[in-house]
């Protein structure tokens, strides 16, 4: 499985960015998909995640209510919706899908797409 981010860039506080994930490749072993971010000087960090299952959906505290999470089956797209956006939202965003072997899961990562929000 492949996976490429696109969406990042520069945007004012308050402002909104949409990121999207494309996954390809053996997708049907894709059992989740989710946004992790890393921050200069920080750990990476799960932002949310999205079940291919049930669409089950999990969101980072400091990113509830304003960041949503969806799915296009069809596309084997995530996407992730960002509003009202804060520089501590700044960071390198990538995209993360868990994907089921003969022998347990595998975790795949996409290459990250910079955001960058200006106070």
């Known amino acids: 499985v492949q996976l490429v981010e696109s969406g990042g860039g520069l945007v004012q506080a308050g402002g909104s960015l949409r990121l999207s994930c494309a996954a390809s490749g053996r997708t049907a072993s894709i059992n989740a998909m989710g946004w992790y971010r890393q921050a200069p000087g920080k750990q990476r960090e799960l932002v949310a995640i999205?079940?291919?299952?049930?669409?089950?959906?999990n969101y980072a505290d400091s990113v509830k209510g304003r960041f949503t999470v969806s799915r296009d089956n069809a596309k084997n797209t995530i996407n992730l919706q960002m509003n009202s956006l804060k520089p501590e939202d700044t960071a390198v965003y990538y995209c993360?899908?868990?994907?089921?072997?003969?022998?347990?899961?595998?975790?795949?990562w996409g290459q990250g797409t910079l955001v960058t929000v200006s106070s």
């Open positions: 999205i079940t291919n299952g049930g669409g089950s959906t």
């Open positions: 993360n899908a868990v994907t089921i072997t003969t022998t347990g899961y595998l975790e795949l």
